[in-house]
């Protein structure tokens, strides 16, 4: 046994995960319930209490005997959580409506955008709240002015469906070849356990489908790629309406840097990032990193989290609150990293203290895979921007992570002093203006 670790996934601490992880990276999740696992991390603590006398002065001989044990709770220390935490509900009907006028536009959309970041949206409104997050809709667009619009696109909707309807044959040969075929094989096993696609011959199914191959005929320069169907699908069954979901798959895909496409300079540029957040604020993990070289500063273990935006991290309910957490562009449109560092610096213990190699650390993650806390881990990413924001002085290499929101991400347009990490090919000097 390699270690023990007991992650609580509510307040009251009775309830969640023992995760017992073995010597070859094989993980044992075991779920406890009705004040089940409050005794067991009693127990165990005991046990590592005793188990910490009997060892203490003398010298393990054999390492294979060592453990680690640690439990998570749910609640962060308070020098761990952003102070405006628990402040926002969830946006409700009554509150949503508050944000609107009476001709049906978005006041103050900042304060709209702040409140979903910290609260989240209640699902009886989210097929109305996503468009506007998702940008088809217009935060100064009228009740009727959408309607318009929507009348509008589903005429072009209907023009792009025409489009792949009327190839020639050969045309659609190299379709059904290059798109087709691999979205047919994705729609019938994507969130097929949701009532929402479930049962042989379900509509909604076929409405994924004809998003899917549509978008390719609108965006051929992208196409479709495996993943994108795991987008869709809740899209769908939040919105309902075929053509508005396309339309906001199409808003995910031009606006949400979160969601990356597979080509090699999109996912390069996040990675960048990461590695550099994650030098800034857990430099353990980034030395670690470091050390098993280039493959381990791929970071193969999150490019899942990134290209399918952690729905397969986490339950479907968690990762969709956490899509609308990054959605809000609050104060950063490069949250989705925050929440990666999250995940890391509340998971990634035994990748530190058991020095894991690159295909370890990858089981180790992936074993993990919805059996973490999501509303923890929001909370963590919540205070890791809160502090990265403090910061008076950040290196020019995270430059970009406050160019495109625009107003808001530092108060006052305030901008931290920039310094420059050095690493600048060709460049006389550094582009950001970082001093050295």
Known sequence: MRSLRLFFSDEACTSGQLVVASRESQYKVLHFHHGGLDKLASALQQWERCAGTRLQGQQVANEKMCMKFS???????????????????????????RHLNERGQVEEEYKLRKAIFFGGIDVSIRGEVWPFLLRYYSPESTSEEREALRAQKRKEYAEIEQRRLSMTPEEHRAFWRNVQFTVDKDVVRTDRSSQFFRGEGNPNVESMRRILLNYAVYHPAIGYSQGMSDLVAPLLAEVLDESDTFWCFVGLMQNTIFVSSPRDEDMERQLLYLRELLRLTHLRFYQHLASLGEDGLQLLFCHRWLLLCFKREFPEAEALRIWEACWAHYQTDYFHLFICVAIVAIYGDDVIEQQLATDQMLLHFG????????????????????????????????????????????????????????HHPGAESCPYGGTG
Request: net charge positive; glycine share 6%.
């Open 71 to 97: 439990i998570r709770r749910p609640k962060l220390p308070s020098s761990e959580t952003h102070p405006e935490e628990s402040t926002y509900r969830r946006l409700d009907v009554a509150a949503w409506l």
């Open 367 to 422: 074993n993990l895979a919805m059996h973490m806390n999501g509303e923890l881990v929001l909370r963590k990413a919540r205070s890791l921007l809160y502090q990265f924001r403090l910061r008076p002085r950040i290196p020019c290499s995270l430059h970009d992570l406050c160019k495109l929101c625009g107003s808001g991400m530092w108060d006052s347009g305030y901008m931290p002093a920039v310094e420059c990490t050095g």
